[in-house]
C-alpha cells in the first residue's frame, strides 16, 4: 500500500485479466509442455529461483526466471525478494499483485504472497555424464510428486550431481512437485524421460556402478559401510561385494511396488537398507535420504 492506503497505480487488482489467466494455465502439463515454463511459489522456491537466475545471467547463461509477482505484504517480509529481481545482472522487474490475483494465478488453496514464472531447467543426460558425476539418484516410475520432490531435496543435501526421473515418472514441474523441493530443484543438474535400460548402460560406461534400492537385495547397506570405513583406514577387506566410495547411481522405485524386476536386473546389486524395528518397510524418500547419504559419506572419506 501507498500513503493513502490503496495499491499503486500499476498493481495487478483483476483476477480475469488475460496476464493473470495466462500464468495460471502453467498449472496444467500440457500449458507448462508447450511454452516449456512452469511457476516456483512461495518464498523459498522464488529466492533460489532467483539466485540460479541471476547466477546463470551474470555466467552469460540462459534466464532462468522470466516473470515475478508478489504481494507487498511478502515484500515487506522479505525485502531480499526486490533486491535479487533488481540487481544488474537479473533484468527483472516484480510486478506487485493483490492476494486475489495470486490465488487466481496458483493451484494453491493458500497462496504463499509470491510466485515466478520460470523456464524449464532440466539438462541433458550427456551433460551430467561429461561431467564425471560420483553420485546419482535415478527415479524408476515414481508417480507421487511429494516424494519425487523428497527426493531431490535429500539428493541436493547429500551433494549428490544429478537426479534423473524416467520417461514413466511423474513432471517434476508439477506445483506439488516444486514446492515439495524446496528450491532444490534449481540447484542441481535433473534429467528428465529417461529410457531406464539406456541409463544404466551409459552410466555403468561413464564408469558409474549401478546399486538398486531394494528391500529384499542380497546386499546389507551397513555392511557395505562398514567395509567402507575398514578401508579408509587401509583395512583389508576380503570379498567385498562393492565399494561404495566408488562413483554410484543408484535407482529408486515406485512407491507401492519398487522396482520391477526387469529394473532390478540391470543394477549390478540389490542392496537392502535393514530395518531394525517392527516396521514393514520405510518409505521411499527415507530409504532414498539413507542411499544416498550412505554414499556421500563413503565419497568424502
Known amino acids: 500500500m501507498n500513503e493513502t492506503g490503496r495499491p499503486p497505480v500499476d498493481a495487478m487488482t483483476n483476477p480475469r485479466a488475460d496476464r493473470v489467466k495466462d500464468v495460471a ?24 529461483a532467483l539466485l540460479a537466475h541471476r547466477e546463470s545471467m551474470t555466467a552469460g547463461g540462459s534466464p ?3 516473470e515475478v509477482y508478489a504481494s507487498l505484504e511478502c515484500l515487506k517480509r522479505y525485502p531480499e525478494m526486490m533486491d535479487l529481481a533488481h540487481d544488474r545482472a537479473s533484468h527483472l522487474h516484480i510486478r506487485i499483485a493483490s ?23 532440466d539438462v541433458p543426460l550427456e551433460a551430467v555424464l561429461a561431467s564425471k558425476p560420483k553420485l546419482i539418484a535415478v527415479l ?7 516424494n519425487a520432490g523428497t527426493v531431490l531435496r535429500a539428493a541436493d543435501a547429500a551433494g549428490a550431481d544429478a537426479v534423473v526421473l524416467t520417461a514413466s515418472s511423474v513432471d517434476i514441474y508439477n506445483s506439488k512437485s516444486v514446492r515439495s523441493t524446496a528450491g532444490s530443484l534449481f540447484h542441481l543438474p535433473v534429467v528428465l524421460g529417461a529410457d531406464v535400460e539406456e541409463l544404466v548402460e551409459r552410466c555403468k560406461a561413464a564408469g558409474l556402478g549401478v546399486l538398486a534400492a531394494d528391500g529384499y537385495g542380497h546386499l546389507n547397506l551397513d555392511l557395505l559401510q562398514d567395509e567402507s570405513a575398514a578401508r579408509s583406514f587401509d583395512q583389508e577387506v576380503p570379498d567385498s561385494a562393492y565399494a561404495l566410495e566408488t562413483p554410484t547411481a543408484w535407482l529408486f522405485g515406485n512407491e507401492a511396488q519398487g522396482l520391477s ?22 518409505n521411499l524418500g527415507t ?11 563413503a565419497q568424502r572419506r
Open 25 to 48: 494455465k502453467l498449472a496444467g502439463r500440457s500449458a507448462r509442455l508447450k511454452r516449456r515454463q512452469f511457476l516456483a511459489e512461495g518464498p523459498q522456491a522464488v529466492r533460489e
Open 64 to 66: 532462468i526466471v522470466t
Open 261 to 282: 524386476d526387469a529394473e532390478l536386473e540391470l543394477a549390478d546389486h540389490r542392496v537392502a537398507v535393514p530395518v531394525y524395528g517392527s516396521a514393514e518397510s520405510l
Open 140 to 146: 524408476a516410475q515414481v508417480r507421487d510428486p511429494g
Open 287 to 297: 530409504a532414498a535420504t539413507v542411499c544416498l547419504y550412505a554414499s556421500a559419506r
Open 99 to 121: 492476494e486475489l490475483v495470486l490465488e487466481a494465478m496458483t493451484d494453491t488453496v493458500t497462496p504463499q504472497g509470491i510466485l515466478a514464472v520460470c523456464n524449464f531447467v
